[in-house]
C-alpha cells in the first residue's frame, strides 16, 4: 500500500469519527436578566428575563452534513500537505548483495598445489584417498572462496571404487579359460601395501611376504613377488 493510499484510508477514518463524536448543535437563546447580564441557553429565557432566538434548531442531517463537509475540507487540507512534502519513505530499500571476501591469491595457489600434489599420493586404499582429498578441497575452497564438493562423501567413492575394481577382476576372469589360472602380478608397492595388476591390495605379513583380503599369498623371490 503506498502512502497515499495510506493517508486516504486514514482520513476516511478521520472524517467518520469527526462526524460521529463532534457535539451537536441545537437552537441558542439570549438572555438578558434584571442586572443586565447576559446568558445563553438552548432554552427560552425564563420569566423577567428579555431575550431573542439567536440560531435555530436544525436537523440532524444538516448537522451530520456540515460536520461531514468540515472533515472532509481537513481532509484534503492533510492529503495536499503530505503530497507536497519530500517523500522519504516511498522507495523500498533494496537488499544489499553480500560482498565476496577478498581472495588471497598466494594461499588460494598454493592451497591448490597441495590438492594437486596429495591426489598424485600413494593411499592403503580408497576411503583412506577419499578422505585425505576431502580435507584438501575443504582447504582449497576455503582459502578461494569456492565450493568444491568432489569429496563430499568419501564412503560412497570408496565404495564405488571398490566396486569397479571387482568388474575388473570379473571380465578378466571372463576372458581366460577355466582351466588357466589368472596370474597376478604386482606392480607397485608403498610402505606396507602392494597393489596388483587387478586392483587387489595386498599387506605384508614379514618374512618377505604379502597377503590380499581373499587370502592369496605372495613371495618376494628374485626381487619380484610370486603369487600363489
Not at 548483495?97 to 593411499?123: E, L, M, S
Not at 587387478?198 to 618374512?207: D, E, F, L, P
Request: hydrophobic share 30%; charged share 25%.
Amino acid at each position: 500500500m503506498t502512502a497515499f493510499n495510506r493517508t486516504h484510508w486514514i482520513g476516511i477514518s478521520l472524517v467518520l469519527a469527526f462526524a460521529l463524536t463532534s457535539p451537536a448543535h441545537g437552537q441558542v437563546f439570549r438572555c438578558k436578566d434584571a442586572t443586565g447580564k447576559l446568558n445563553f441557553s438552548d432554552r427560552p429565557c425564563d420569566s423577567g428575563q428579555s431575550g431573542t432566538l439567536i440560531q435555530r434548531q436544525r436537523s440532524q442531517e444538516a448537522i451530520q452534513q456540515e460536520r461531514m463537509e468540515a472533515a472532509e475540507a481537513q481532509f484534503q487540507k492533510e492529503v495536499r500537505r503530505s503530497m507536497e512534502s519530500p517523500q522519504t519513505n516511498q522507495t523500498p530499500m533494496r537488499a544489499t548483495a553480500p560482498v565476496p571476501p577478498t581472495v588471497n591469491q598466494w594461499a588460494c595457489r598454493k592451497a591448490k598445489d597441495n590438492y594437486q600434489t596429495t591426489a598424485g599420493g600413494t593411499f592403503r586404499n580408497a576411503l583412506e584417498r577419499a578422505k585425505t582429498l576431502q580435507e584438501e578441497e575443504q582447504r582449497v575452497n576455503k582459502a578461494c572462496g569456492t565450493n568444491q564438493n568432489e569429496y563430499a562423501n568419501p564412503q560412497a567413492i570408496a565404495d564405488q571404487d571398490r566396486q569397479q575394481k571387482a568388474a575388473r577382476r570379473a571380465a578378466i576372469e571372463r576372458s581366460m579359460p577355466e582351466d588357466v589360472p589368472i596370474h597376478k602380478e604386482i606392480n607397485r608397492c608403498s610402505g606396507q601395501y602392494c597393489y596388483d595388476n587387478a586392483g587387489q591390495s595386498y599387506h605384508s605379513i614379514g618374512n618377505g611376504q604379502i597377503r590380499s583380503n581373499d587370502g592369496t599369498t605372495c613371495t618376494m623371490s628374485a626381487g619380484k613377488y610370486r603369487c600363489q
